[in-house]
């Protein structure tokens, strides 16, 4: 229970310090940031399609908690003065519905987050499929709401 209770705090620790940062920064920092979080967690997601070819559970689920870290870090990189500009692929739909948005980001944590947990307990196909609807099936609902098509 300590333990719990201390990853809690610095989690929110972490949560605090980062909205902080992002206040401070410039419009063109936060968006060149966030595309890179963005494509950090495109990299884990293929990188974990590698690792469950592997075997390797351990680095799944590692992979996983890095991105349901980021996802809860996001929702601070969309302040209204990085709307436009600097070849932002968001949408305006990421401001006007702000709730929707960070509810889809709080979702992709949590699924994130769930996926680590039950990785060790998945074989082949099943550890497959949960990574189709827990992860990659995140990144589509987000980008066909939020962002621009390519």
Known sequence: MKKILQLLV?????????????DDISPEKL?????????????YAKKMSS????????????LAIKMSQNYEALINYF???TKTGYETEALPSV???KELFNELMNKASKDANDFAMI??????????ESQKKMIWSQCKTC????????
């Open 79 to 81: 302040p209204e003065n």
């Open 10 to 22: 610095a989690f929110i620790f972490t949560i605090l310090s980062i909205n902080l940062y992002a």
């Open 119 to 128: 990785v060790m307990n998945l074989m082949g196909d099943d550890l497959k």
């Open 51 to 62: 690792e469950i070819a592997k075997g390797n559970k351990q680095a799944i689920s590692d």
């Open 95 to 97: 401001w006007e519905e």
């Open 31 to 43: 968006i060149k940031e966030r595309k890179g979080i963005f494509k950090q967690n495109y990299s």
């Open 143 to 150: 980008h066909d709401k939020f962002r621009v098509p390519h």
